[in-house]
């Protein structure tokens, strides 16, 4: 099973809006709704924020929205700022010999 | 509060065998559904094992019939049996739980394993 693929960076200034795409293919990403986004601190564990395409946990700020088109599914940030500087994996159920597989991972830097 | 407690990592030869624990409180294992998920030094996430609230279990390719993901619900735990362990599966190793595979709302700290002579 291959890692969906993002962007290993993504950048903007504070206050802007940035966006992260996640592509997969239909037995992972275009197949179902089942795509969620993590947020990883350095030595931290990962923090879910978006869960099926676009529902955000209690908790998590709703600067962060989730979507969905064909095999690519995205992670908006809106109002960037210096706290966002982190990184972000996506991930999808997938039919394939695994049932999970995550992103390759986009750091975030904020200009 | 959740709480998800990994034990065991450590320093091990190529070849040899480590099991890993995560112990639950707060959660109940045999409800959702409990990955482990492992990261190697400055690299990505990569999902390792699931296993599904109804018992059965899946793995990586990678990993495949050399590790063995278990639950006990007794003790609310589960294990990650890891034999014939090589240099590549260095890394971090959390343990991870939601309510299905592709949500998993909660993560422990994370154990570092290192396979090294």
């Known amino acids: 099973q291959s890692a969906l693929t993002q962007p290993a960076s993504v950048s903007g200034s504070p206050g802007q809006s940035i966006t992260i795409s996640c592509t997969g293919t239909s037995s992972d990403v275009g197949g179902y709704n089942y795509v969620s986004w993590y947020q990883q601190h350095p030595g931290k564990a990962p923090k879910l924020i978006i869960y099926?395409?676009?529902n955000r946990p209690s908790g998590v700020s709703n600067r962060f929205s989730g979507s969905k088109s064909g095999n690519t599914a995205s992670l908006t940030i809106s109002g960037l700022q210096a706290e966002d500087e982190v990184d972000y994996y996506c991930?999808?159920?997938?039919?394939?010999?695994?049932?999970?597989?995550f992103g390759t991972g986009t750091k975030v830097t904020v200009l | 509060e959740v709480q998800l407690v990994e034990s065991g990592g450590g320093l091990i030869q190529p070849g040899g065998s480590l099991r890993l624990s995560c112990a639950a409180s707060g959660f109940t294992v045999s409800s959702n559904y409990m990955s482990w998920v492992r990261q190697a030094p400055g690299k990505g996430l990569e999902w390792v094992s699931v296993?599904?609230?109804?018992?059965?279990?899946y793995y990586a390719d990678s990993v495949r019939g050399r590790f063995t993901m278990s639950r006990d619900n007794s003790k609310n735990t589960v294990h990650l049996q890891m034999n014939s362990l090589r240099a590549e599966d260095t890394a971090v190793y959390y343990c991870?739980?939601?309510?299905?595979?592709?949500?998993?709302?909660?993560w422990g700290q994370g154990t570092l394993v290192t396979v090294s002579s």
């Open positions: 991930s999808s159920y997938t039919t394939t010999s695994t049932p999970g597989v």
């Open positions: 991870a739980g939601g309510i299905s595979v592709a949500v998993q709302n909660y």
């Open positions: 099926d395409v676009t």
């Open positions: 296993v599904y609230s109804g018992g059965d279990t």
